[in-house]
């Protein structure tokens, strides 16, 4: 072999050998490359997982406190005894004076005769009609009551609570004694604020509570219809 030949060989040799390193560096880089994104993509799923856990645990936090403050007769709450049930499609006279001395202002009634229609579970921007609301309690709905003046931001977040519940209904009584009063079928809550933390053990305990005569009946449809 000449010496021409042998320095042709030794350049192809040292191209051959540089083109292997620079294609091993390539795919060293590649590789690099293809960790540092699964890296990346894993931060982002932990990233967004995180937030997750954290708000489903608060969540589940805040239902069990919700649950055991419902297992036990809420805080402020009255009892009273209903003994009169019966239907009529004449106006009631209820005892809607508060117990104040003298009387803060009116309640509505937590039970007693009513009108053979229901008032429709929902939300009201005018007062209903206290009878066809008292067979609604009958049927296991939580009446919420507000006060007119209450804060629109309060109304609102009530309206929010009744979107969230069936067998809710919200509407302002004028001359309300208290800011906010729920009611279920003979137990009733006085309220300064819709922003009260016995709103929602409330209607834990009560919405289609056992104290609820005609259990399980609707609460939609009728006034009549």
Known sequence: MSASQSKR?????LR?????????????????RGRVLVQILALGIVGLLVPTAVVLVIALRQKAAVEAAAGSPIAGEQVMKIADTAHTSASVDYDLESAATPPAGTLPPTGGDHDPAWQPCGIYDTPVRTENAVHSLEHGAVWIAYNPSLPEGQVEDLADVADAHPYVLLSPIPDLAAPVVLSAWGVQLQLPSSADPRVEPFLTRYLQGPQSPELGAACSGDVSE
């Open 16 to 32: 051959a050998a540089r083109l292997a390193e620079a294609q091993a560096q390539q795919r060293r880089e590649q590789q690099r």
């Open 9 to 13: 060989l030794q350049r192809a040799a």
